[in-house]
């Protein structure tokens, strides 16, 4: 035993922290390529419903999103307390969407235009006529794949 | 000129660098996978033709939500949370009743062979002061509808799941059941 008790008590080498780097780019590349930037600002507030029978929506760069609700406390002054329509980072109206959809269409290129689908991101609180006025606005301007945003939840 | 070793570059702070990219990017960017339910619109009826094709009434299930949310199924008073089942039998027609849709045989590449498709219509009505929950309640519903049918048949032709056969097995299975719901042009449907 006095291999042991006969040497004196080592101290601590220091880490090596050279790799650490490494580590922390592959996990900022990582986050990187899995998320989306934020596009823009909501001036509406939306809650969206839940579904039970919700699925991923694919393809994020071919995705155009119609967001409808109220608009929030701070614009309420400038837009009313009526649901309104946000397209992209702009309030607008109901007759501005078909020139929306063709300028959507126009930022992808001509094999994608096929495949864009408008996300419509409503509150759960809006009507139905606003809603079925978009859609058949949609129908018009040539957008056919539409996606309800909705929440994923257990059966009530 | 003797060579002299260059001193190794300290990289103790890349680290602390890095980590701030990593936090930049964390907070600005949002992991939000979109959840929803999927739909196609028809497209708009050709001006010279100003009624849709009519359908047989046995091959029509009609869901109406009125302005207070609630809903009528082919006329009856009904609940949201027997519509999953009111589809289901509807579409699925087990005991080729009268009253159910008809059905048609079509080759179905994926199966080897034909399929009994129902020729069966969920025609969607709403009022314009239907709320928005309530609509998607109502298309939740059917959907769940479909994608249990579609879940049953996927076992009883493929042995597994829906969510676990390829995507030529899944076009086979999406051709056998398809979404058959149709939403009539937008009207008031009553106001109480």
Known sequence: MA???GKKAKETPAL???SMSDIIF???FFFMVITTMRESSLYVKIQVPQGTETSKLEKKSLVSYINIGVPMDQYQSKYGKEPRIQLNDMIADVSDISQWVELERADRSPADRQYITTAIKADMAVKMGL???IKQELRQAGAFRIFYNARKGERK | MGKRKTPGLN??????????LLTFFLLTSSINTDQGIARRLPPPLPPNQDKPPEVRERNIFIVKINSKDRLLFNGEIGDV??????????LGNPQDKDNLPEKEDVYIEGFGGTYPVSKGIISLQNDRGTSYDMYIQVQNELTAAINEMRND???DKFGKGYADINNQ????????????????????????
Do not use: C, H, Y
Request: avoid cysteine; proline fraction near 3%; hydrophobic fraction near 40%.
């Open chain 2, 169 to 192: 097995q899944r076009d086979a299975i999406d051709k056998a059941i398809p979404i058959a719901i149709s939403e009539a042009e937008p009207k008031n449907v009553g106001g109480n």
């Open chain 2, 11 to 20: 990289t103790s702070s890349m680290a602390d660098i890095s980590f701030l």
């Open chain 1, 3 to 5: 291999r042991f008790t």
């Open chain 1, 26 to 28: 592959m996990l900022l």
């Open chain 1, 16 to 18: 090596n922290m050279g």
């Open chain 1, 131 to 133: 809603v079925s006025d």
């Open chain 2, 81 to 90: 949370r027997d519509l999953k089942d009111r589809a289901k039998e509807f």
């Open chain 2, 153 to 155: 048949l996927s076992k």
